[in-house]
C-alpha cells in the first residue's frame, strides 16, 4: 500500500478522467491521496472529492501564489471546512519567491494566519517553499513544538531536512527525485530518517523521469517509491510500508 500525500485532482486537467485516475491508482496499490487545496474554491472542490471518495482525503488552505486573497471572511471558510472529519489538514500554505505571484508581506501574513489556524484546530501543516527556506524556518519556528507537519515537494539542503525533521516535520519527496541529475535530493532521499519520509506525486505536475512530458497522476507513485527505495538500498515494499505509516501518522488516517 502506498499513500500519495500531495494531489490535486480538483485541477482542470482531471475533469474529462477524474474516476478513471482515481482507479488506476488503486489498482497499481495508491490506496490513499491526500488532495490538496490551494484556494477557496480548490480547498471546497477537494472536500467535496474526499467526501465522494473512498481513501481520498482533502487539505484546505491558501496557497502562497494566493495569498492576497486571504482575510478574515477566506480564515473563517477554511475554518469551517476544516471542521470536515474528511479533512487531514491546513494547507498548502507558505511562501514562494520563485514567482512572487502575491507580495511578500502578504505571503507572510496569509502563512502566519494559516499557521495559527492549524494550531488552533490541531491539525498539521502543508509546507510550500520555493526559493524562501531562511523565511520558512524562521516562520515555523515560531510555531515550534505547537504544530507539525509536511515540507512538501522537499528542495532544501540537507542541513536544512534535519532541521526540519528536528523540529517535528517530515520530508516528502515528488517526481524530481527521480530526475538523474538531482543529486543533492538523492543524497537527502539516502540519509534522512526513514520515520521522517513521505511519497508524494503533486499531481498533475512534476511526472517522474520515466513519464516526463505527460500529466502526473497517483498512479505513477510507485515510480517514486522504487527510486528512492535503490537509492536507500532497501525493497519498495519495506519503504511502501515505512512511507504508509508515516502519512497515518502525520495525518492521522484511518
Known amino acids: 500500500m502506498l499513500v500519495d500525500t500531495h494531489a490535486h485532482l480538483q485541477w482542470a486537467s482531471f475533469d474529462k478522467d477524474r474516476e478513471e485516475v482515481i482507479d488506476r491508482a488503486r489498482k497499481v496499490g495508491v490506496e490513499c491521496i491526500v488532495n490538496i487545496g490551494f484556494d477557496v474554491d480548490g480547498s471546497r472542490e477537494a472536500v467535496r472529492l474526499a467526501e465522494k471518495h473512498e481513501g481520498v482525503y482533502a487539505t484546505v488552505g491558501i496557497h502562497p501564489h494566493n495569498a492576497s486573497q486571504l482575510d478574515q471572511n477566506v480564515l473563517n471558510v477554511l475554518r469551517k471546512l476544516s471542521e470536515n472529519p ?70 532544501g539542503s540537507t542541513e536544512m531536512a534535519q532541521q526540519c525533521i528536528k523540529s517535528g516535520f517530515c520530508i516528502s519527496f515528488a517526481g524530481p527525485v527521480t530526475f538523474p541529475n538531482s543529486h543533492k535530493l538523492h543524497e537527502i532521499a539516502k540519509s534522512s530518517d526513514l520515520n521522517k519520509i513521505l511519497l508524494e506525486t503533486d499531481s498533475p505536475w512534476l511526472a517522474p523521469q520515466d513519464m516526463r512530458g505527460k500529466r502526473n497522476e497517483p498512479a505513477f507513485l510507485p515510480l517514486i517509491a522504487k527510486k528512492i527505495a535503490d537509492l536507500r538500498g532497501i525493497s519498495v515494499h519495506e519503504l511502501a510500508e515505512a512511507t504508509t505509516k508515516n502519512a497515518k501518522e502525520i495525518f492521522q488516517l484511518p
Open 86 to 155: 474528511k479533512v487531514v489538514a491546513i494547507g498548502e500554505i507558505g511562501l514562494d519567491y520563485y514567482r512572487n505571484l502575491s507580495p511578500r508581506e502578504a505571503q507572510k501574513k496569509a502563512f502566519e494566519a494559516q499557521l495559527f489556524l492549524a494550531e488552533e484546530q490541531g491539525l498539521p501543516v502543508v509546507i510550500h517553499d520555493r526559493e524562501a527556506h531562511a523565511d520558512t524556518l524562521e516562520m515555523l519556528s515560531k510555531f515550534k513544538r505547537k504544530i507539525n507537519g509536511i515540507m512538501h515537494c522537499f528542495s
